[in-house]
């Protein structure tokens, strides 16, 4: 099994920015998938981001594209979510994730695919 531990949550202002850090460890990194997910309250959870084992092959969902970036360091276990332009839509609880896959440059984007979760941080942005 692996374990996830997400860091950099906090609170900022409207069109500030914030770096989400997860790492893994028990089990070697580049062998997972990995996403981040986030839940507002009253809400179900939701996609924000995917990168392939590679960190070659990245998706974002439609209301982040162009202002996060995902991204991996395989050497170091660890994965990243540079959030800029941050918006009040986007304060949630954020949450990343790792699963299994075959495939190098393979990207997962649904929730149901993910076999590990970290605790979450939670990201507040003010208007």
């Known amino acids: 099994q692996v374990q996830l531990v997400e860091s950099g949550g906090g609170l900022v202002q409207a069109g500030g920015s914030l770096r989400l850090s997860c790492a893994a460890s028990g089990r070697t990194f580049s062998n997972y998938a990995a996403g981040w997910f986030r839940q507002a309250p009253g809400k179900e959870r939701e996609f924000v981001a995917a990168i392939s084992r590679s960190g070659a092959g990245t998706r974002y969902s439609d209301s982040v594209k162009g202002r996060f970036t995902i991204s991996r360091d395989n050497a170091k276990s660890t994965m990243y979510l540079q959030m800029n332009d941050l918006k009040p839509e986007d304060t949630a609880v954020y949450y990343c994730?790792?699963?299994?896959?075959?495939?190098?440059?393979?990207?997962?984007?649904?929730?149901?695919?993910?076999?590990?979760w970290g605790q979450g941080t939670q990201v507040t942005v003010s208007s």
């Open positions: 994730s790792v699963t299994q896959v075959a495939l190098w440059r393979v990207v997962v984007a649904e929730a149901y695919k993910y076999d590990y």
